[in-house]
């Protein structure tokens, strides 16, 4: 059973339209939003405390641009920090498989055994609107178990959601040359994902 939390909100009726589309597409967006995501949603939107240094230190380098920024500014930024934080994870699940499809290619009995890899961080699944859907470009019939060699032992050294070991094996690094961590296991270079992997997360 999920839990529902219920929190009014008191709308002017001159913008009760425009609040409903708004509220019913966070709502959406919260549905399929991973515990994780929400506790770094949460932080993103908590208001940034800016010392009176640094607001003197951003009207010197501004000048006569400065402008004290206003709540409804910082409310337009959070919301396009969201749409664009949803849109990535859109990108990042196109073709992706379900669990069924998972069990078929591998030749797996059941499900189970998918998800029993899943959480043996063998493969990686990310869970959308209540299915786990797992990427592509993760399985390799000459890999070891049917997946690229070396995903095993990154998924293993990524201390992170599973949304955020997604998103870091697709994005392209400059440790890595401009490369993407996939691109690199593909290549063979397996420790060296390894150890960059091991030091996302550190610090969080």
């Not at 009014?8 to 509220?23: D, H, M, Q, Y």
């Not at 050294?157 to 094996?169: E, Y």
């Not at 401009?178 to 290549?187: A, F, I, N």
Request: hydrophobic share 40%; aromatic share 6%; proline share 4%.
């Amino acid at each position: 059973m999920k839990n529902t939390i219920v929190q009014k909100i008191e709308i002017p009726k001159s913008k009760e339209e425009a609040a409903t589309v708004i509220l019913k597409q966070l709502e959406n967006l919260f549905e399929v939003a991973e515990p994780e995501d929400l506790i770094r949603i949460q932080q993103s939107l908590l208001p940034k405390v800016v010392s009176p240094e640094e607001r003197e230190l951003a009207k010197k380098i501004a000048g006569k641009d400065y402008v004290e920024p206003s709540s409804s500014r910082l409310l337009e930024l959070q919301l396009g920090n969201l749409e664009r934080y949803y849109q990535r994870r859109r990108e990042l699940l196109v073709g992706s498989i379900t669990s069924s499809k998972v069990a078929e290619l591998l030749g797996c009995e059941n499900r189970s055994t998918v998800r029993d890899r899943r959480l043996a961080k063998r493969i990686l699944g990310i869970k959308d609107k209540g299915v786990y859907k797992y990427p592509l470009w993760q399985f390799d019939p000459e890999g070891d178990d049917g997946v690229i060699d070396g995903l095993t032992e990154v998924l293993a050294a990524l201390d992170v959601s599973d949304f955020t070991k997604l998103n870091w094996l697709l994005k392209p690094h400059l440790a890595m040359n401009g490369r993407t961590p996939v691109e690199m296991l593909k290549q063979g270079e397996i420790e060296a994902v390894v150890v960059e992997a091991r030091a996302v997360g550190v610090g969080w």
